[in-house]
């Protein structure tokens, strides 16, 4: 009998670590203790930022001020993401020293019972982190050769002369800068008319812009209908359109929580597995964090819900994790975007400070011209949400975050001086706007 069973060996384990460090008997079960860290660090976020990283310096080696030309080795650069990876996935294990680790799917079928390779397990608590996996829609016949996923890429061991990529999200438009940067002829299917249109219309138009001046052709409303792979080529049919063909097809079409854990009825799934504010499901003391809520996909909204739900266990006096002071961002270049807290589509009447990021000398030299900062302010002058398509946007969204979480108000955020030369001191002049 365990205190709390944790299934998923993602960002769950930080909730783990915690439990155990508490003293209390801990069990996290994981189908591949190989991958133990979850997608994050094995297929998401840690290897893809890598890629951007050496990404972004290739493309800045355009530059005309440079002369002859940088290519990307592939194979180095998969290698020595097969070794970053390696080392933190010893360190996390290491962390997990006080964990009982079993290796396996599990599955619940009755209430604080987890069976695993035909073992039952049983616990007070269960937390459930089972993650998400590739969306395919159908029609797409997925070979993992010619037709891939972010997976593949991650993995490709030289890169094609011409790609096509289907959904126009997060992951989409980060692997479209990642090719386009180095020399791919790239082209971005949607099969929706515009772009992050949860966005401000000013940063709306500016990632148009962005994709034009990197060289890719974004393809709005086209809908795949069917894409296979024959001869060494994908051939793509579209919803009232004339076939592409293509050397490979990335697709990107989101992702869907993974839900096969849940065999019993007491617990209720739609899209994920439903749950209420404290991340509990229909199940008394069995909860659900991460991915497989279908909340939030970002790792950084795992994390803190796992720790949010284990220091509920623990009795600990923890708010209500409001998930709309989660940073979202999205890592494209030369610019990326990121936003916090509520923004212009999400409510109405709301004061916005904006200012252009072409107002600053550095723009020119960081091809930010067409970036911007936009701070929202509630009728008592206080910082509700943000906004940021510029450089490492990401980074910069950070202090707006803090001064949501410190509940700051405009006078006493504008009394910061930021650091000059810095796209930071944006802040300052849209603090004072506002």
Known sequence: MYDIIYIGGGLNYAGAIMAAKKGLKVALVEKDLKQLGGVCLHQGCIPSKMFLHYAKIAHQSQNNIFEGSLNLNMKTLVGKKDKLISSAAKAVKAQCKDIELIEGEGIIKKAHQVSVNDKVYEAKHIVIGTGSSAYIPDGIVYDAELIITSDEVLNLQELPKEICIYGAGAIGLEMASFFASNGVKVSLLSNSKGIQKKAHPLIQKAMLGQLEYMGINFLEEHTITKAVSRSNKVVISLENREDLHTPMLLVCAGRKANLSVIQTEDIKVSEGIQTDE???SSLKYHYAVGDCNAKLQL???????????????LAQKVPVLDLSRVVQFIH????????VGQTSHDTQGLSAGIVKLNAFSA??????????MIVYADDDKFIVG????APDAEELIAPIAMALAGEMDTSLASTTIMAHPSFAESLERVYFRL
Not at 332 to 339: E, G, I, K, Q, R
Not at 363 to 372: C, K
């Open 278 to 280: 404290y991340f509990q």
């Open 332 to 339: 494209t270049l030369p610019m990326s975007v990121a936003s």
């Open 386 to 389: 943000a906004e940021i398509l």
């Open 363 to 372: 723009s020119n030299f960081h091809e930010a011209n067409e970036g911007v």
């Open 299 to 313: 790792a950084h909204a795992a994390r803190a819900q796992v720790i949010n739900v284990t220091q509920r266990i």
